[in-house]
């Protein structure tokens, strides 16, 4: 069911939530958590549908929050806010409420947001792009418990990771990292399956690789070595060698879903290593929503012992 609602408030909205309920049989609210996807045109429908299907998983009231460029005079001229509602088969197992902010509330969209987050539930903002520097700091940010970037919607990733960690705040987390625990989990389980010390590390990817960077300074930060930053054809990140006195451990990616480990003195296996959507990355990065304490290491670079020492 959707509802179309013209400048309008925060309480028109509530109202409309609750009509929505009633009209589809369901007027009990039980969701976990409040997402606040905060995007715009291009992206929202994307980002909305991710949303919707990580909601199985985790039903949640999703704001998507698009603040609209004035192309007309009335555009211009006006302050106003406009939403979508949507309930029941339309909004996955929770609620959404597309709100479209003109004129100074585009500004203030932290003061539509907040009479409509859940009570007493963790609140979530994620930036499908245009991110900003200090998600910490910034008006939606400072309602969540959990921030979202990532670091693949931007022209100059390295760049940009420099500023995620110069402004890093407990709490903040990127996609760029989640899409590498496929890959943080069998170089673990592969390491516990053969016990040496590693003595170099190397990471291949396309240039430019926000993931690949971030999983090259995990393993300085965890191994204590260099980790080499090889180019690759791509895409994304291919392959993964570890140095040891008894031979390389590799992991390796070349194309497709299917991933090689090799292991000193043991035959080769084929692993499952898919590309996952961004769905599925959205739902992990849910699932908990304490400080990701495994990416701020990487993000800077350091182990915990030092973080601690520089806190």
């Known amino acids: 069911m959707k509802i179309d609602l013209t400048d309008i408030t925060a309480g028109d909205i509530n109202r ?7 009209a589809i049989g369901t007027p009990a609210v039980g ?79 932290d003061s539509v947001v907040l009479p409509l987050l859940l009570p007493d539930a963790p609140v979530v903002v994620w930036w499908p792009a245009d991110a900003p520097d200090n998600p910490s700091t910034d008006p939606l940010g400072r309602l969540a418990q959990r921030r979202i ?77 260099k980790a080499d930053r090889v180019v690759s054809a791509g895409p994304l990140v291919t392959a993964v060698r570890l140095g040891t006195d008894n031979g390389e451990i590799v992991l390796d990616r070349p194309k497709g879903p299917l991933a090689t480990l090799t292991l000193p003195g043991q035959p080769s296996r ?4 898919k590309v996952r959507p961004l769905s599925e990355l959205i739902a992990e990065e849910l699932r908990r929503l304490d400080a990701d304490d495994m990416y701020a290491v990487a993000l800077r670079g350091k182990d915990l012992r030092a973080l601690e020492e520089t806190v």
């Open 270 to 273: 084929t692993l499952a290593l």
């Open 31 to 109: 969701m976990v958590l409040t997402m606040v996807i905060v995007t715009d045109e291009e992206n929202a429908y994307d980002a909305l549908k991710a949303a919707e299907e990580a909601s199985y998983e985790h039903p949640s009231r999703t704001l998507v929050v698009i603040r609209r460029h004035a192309r007309t005079l009335r555009d211009r001229t006006s302050c106003r806010l406009d939403a979508e509602v949507r309930v029941g088969a339309e909004a996955g197992s929770g609620e959404t409420v597309v709100l479209r902010t003109y004129g100074d509330v585009s500004d203030h969209a």
């Open 149 to 225: 970037t990532d670091l693949y919607a931007v022209e100059h990733p390295l760049e940009v990771l420099e500023t995620r960690a110069r402004f890093y705040t407990p709490g903040d987390t990127d996609l760029a990292w989640t899409r590498l625990t496929p890959w943080r989990s069998l170089l673990a389980a592969a390491l516990d399956q053969a016990p040496v010390k590693v003595t170099s590390a190397a990471v291949e990817a396309e240039a430019e690789n926000p993931s690949a960077e971030l999983l090259a300074r995990w393993l300085e930060a965890r191994l204590t070595v």
């Open 16 to 22: 409309a939530l609750v009509q929505g309920r009633r």
